[in-house]
Nanobody
Framework: VQLQASGGGLVQVGGSLRLSCATS????????MGWFRQAPGKERQFVSA????????DYADSVKGRFTISRDNAKNMVYLEMNSLKPEDTAVYYC????????????????WGQGTLVTVSS
């Protein structure tokens, strides 16, 4: 599975962005997909995840109610809709794929995209 994230950019506080993650590989639909982010000088943190079959979703408390994860298995795409953005959302965002159950631990994700930078200006 190969992943490529896009859609990042510069946005003002309160604005919105939609991140996309394009995947390749015939087994994409059997992987749970997650979004993580890493701010400068900080550890990578979990943002959201979606299961491969039942489309169960999970969100970090810091983004719950503002971010929405979705996937289109037919198009091999995963999305992260981000609304009401805050300066603390500034980070490089990564999409990742993991087999098995829906998890938050980065070490459980086997495949990673290259990341896309989101900058929220105040």
């Amino acid at each position: 599975v190969q992943l490529q994230a896009s859609g990042g950019g510069l946005v003002q506080v309160g604005g919105s962005l939609r991140l996309s993650c394009a995947t390749s590989g015939r087994t994409f639909s059997s992987y749970n997909m997650g979004w993580f982010r890493q701010a400068p000088g900080k550890e990578r943190q979990f943002v959201s995840a979606i299961s491969w079959r039942t489309l169960v979703t999970d969100y970090a408390d810091s983004v719950k109610g503002r971010f929405t994860i979705s996937r289109d298995n037919a198009k091999n795409m995963v999305y992260l809709e981000m609304n009401s953005l805050k300066p603390e959302d500034t980070a490089v965002y990564y999409c990742a794929a993991a087999p098995g159950i829906l998890v938050r631990e980065a070490r459980r994700y086997e495949y990673w995209g290259q990341g896309t930078l989101v900058t929220v200006s105040s």
